[in-house]
């Protein structure tokens, strides 16, 4: 019996149609996309490369995307803490303003009660934090005097110009 053995010089030429070795009936059967085991180096394929070497790049463009959206964000942290803040500085002036003016009217109720004019002004509460200025407006009704005291107090800035103000009207008889 004689033996027939073919030996053959160049590899065998890869099937250009059909289901062969780089073109995969499934794309996820990764199977068939192997190269076969000779020493013949086939031209890449797109379609049998693996899902990590089809998606190369995308992490990158997801790392971009989300430190843009990040520091967006942060943005507008910045900003909403900014605004916050300036309003919690406006409402600390206004209250300390209604307190200078709660002030002068306290000062004219006693200043009245005591034989004064009960009026002052530019009075200061804390030097360059809050003053107030008091007029008083008296009435005489049968024999009695009602006193109208107005008191305006201001808070933050200067004295012409403050940042808030608050006006108090309070009707007094002694």
């Known amino acids: 019996?004689?033996?027939?053995?073919?030996?053959?010089?160049?590899?065998?030429?890869?099937?250009?149609?059909?289901?062969?070795?780089?073109?995969?009936?499934?794309?996820?059967?990764?199977?068939?996309?192997?190269?076969?085991?000779?020493?013949?180096?086939?031209?890449?394929?797109?379609?049998?490369?693996?899902?990590?070497?089809?998606?190369?790049?995308?992490?990158?463009?997801?790392?971009?995307?989300?430190?843009?959206?990040?520091?967006?964000?942060?943005?507008?942290?910045?900003?909403?803490?900014?605004?916050?803040?300036?309003?919690t500085i406006n409402e600390w002036y206004s209250a300390q303003a209604l307190y200078a003016a709660e002030s002068g009217v306290a000062w004219a109720a006693r200043d009245i009660s005591a034989g004064g004019s009960g009026g002052i002004s530019n009075g200061v509460v804390l030097t360059d934090r809050a003053w107030m200025s008091t007029t008083v407006s008296p009435v005489s009704i049968g024999g009695r005097t009602l006193y109208t005291i107005t008191s305006t107090g201001s808070a933050g800035g200067v004295v012409s110009a403050p940042r808030a103000q608050r006006r108090i009207v309070v009707q007094f008889m002694p």
């Open 1 to 87: 019996m004689r033996r027939l053995f073919i030996k053959h010089a160049e590899p065998l030429p890869l099937l250009k149609t059909g289901v062969g070795w780089g073109e995969p009936a499934n794309p996820n059967d990764l199977a068939r996309c192997k190269p076969p085991l000779s020493g013949f180096v086939p031209q890449p394929n797109l379609r049998c490369t693996g899902l990590a070497d089809r998606q190369r790049g995308a992490s990158l463009v997801m790392a971009i995307f989300l430190i843009t959206a990040l520091a967006a964000l942060g943005g507008l942290l910045t900003q909403l803490l900014v605004l916050g803040s300036e309003e």
